[in-house]
Nanobody, 115 residues
Framework: QVQLVESGGGLVQAGGSLRLSCAAS????????MGWFRQAPGKQRELVAT???????SYADSVKGRFTISRDNNKNTVYLQMSSLKPEDTAVYYC?????????WGQGTQVTVSS
């Protein structure tokens, strides 16, 4: 089993910054792919950013240049640094891991950006 616990969400004004953290435990291999998804009210869950075991990253076009994903394998933690936040970034953000052929999700953390 894999457990993912997010933290760092909250309320921020447009233009501000937040850093999300995802602590992984259980049968987790930090060299597997991990990432962040988000889901806004009434919308489907969408990919935000991923980071592979070799550290390579990918981003949704909507967040490129504003968000940065990183990982600390010693701490089994993945981060999402979000800057220049916009009201349309408001959503529940979910940590994701693909481990041993299965998808795992955290419980989500709310990010609200006020205009």
């Amino acid at each position: 089993q894999v457990q993912l616990v997010e933290s760092g969400g909250g309320l921020v004004q447009a233009g501000g910054s937040l850093r999300l953290s995802c602590a992984a435990s259980g049968s987790i291999f930090m060299r597997n792919a991990m990432g962040w998804f988000r889901q806004a009210p009434g919308k489907q869950r969408e990919l935000v950013a991923t980071i592979a075991g070799d550290g390579s990253t990918s981003y949704a076009d909507s967040v490129k240049g504003r968000f940065t994903i990183s990982r600390d394998n010693n701490k089994n933690t993945v981060y999402l640094q979000m800057s220049s936040l916009k009201p349309e970034d408001t959503a529940v953000y979910y940590c994701w891991s693909f481990t041993r052929g299965a998808n795992y999700w955290g419980q989500g953390t709310q990010v609200t950006v006020s205009s």
